[in-house]
Nanobody
Framework: QVQLVESGGSLVQSGGSLRLSCAAS????????VAWFRQAIGKEREFVAA????????SYADSVKGRFAISRDNAENTVYLQMDVLKPEDTAVYYC??????????????????WGQGTQVTVSS
């Protein structure tokens, strides 16, 4: 069983920064791809960013390119999402997700098997 626990969500002003963390446990994650998705009220869950566990492949949604950065600390089994130049439209619950990918990356939520409970990010204008 894989457990994912997100943290770091908060209320921040437009233009500010936050760093989200996703702590993984329960498995050896060398073959897992980990992603961040988000879901705003009244909207569908959308892909934000993903990384293979080794970091050889990274993918971002167009809406966050140049503002968000995904990274991982393999020793700590933790994936981070650094979010800069935040906008009100970034307001959402952010979820960490993982699947056994063997080096592949998916931007589709249905591909991911394991999910965290989510952390709220609110950006005020």
């Amino acid at each position: 069983q894989v457990q994912l626990v997100e943290s770091g969500g908060s209320l921040v002003q437009s233009g500010g920064s936050l760093r989200l963390s996703c702590a993984a446990s329960g498995r050896t994650f060398s073959a897992y791809t980990v992603a961040w998705f988000r879901q705003a009220i009244g909207k569908e869950r959308e892909f934000v960013a993903a990384t293979t566990w080794g970091g050889s492949r990274i993918s971002y949604a167009d809406s966050v390119k140049g503002r968000f950065a995904i990274s991982r600390d393999n020793a700590e089994n933790t994936v981070y999402l650094q979010m800069d130049v935040l906008k009100p439209e970034d307001t959402a619950v952010y979820y960490c997700a993982a699947y056994l990918a063997f080096g592949a990356i998916s931007t589709t939520s249905g591909t991911y098997v394991y999910w965290g409970q989510g952390t709220q990010v609110t950006v005020s204008s």
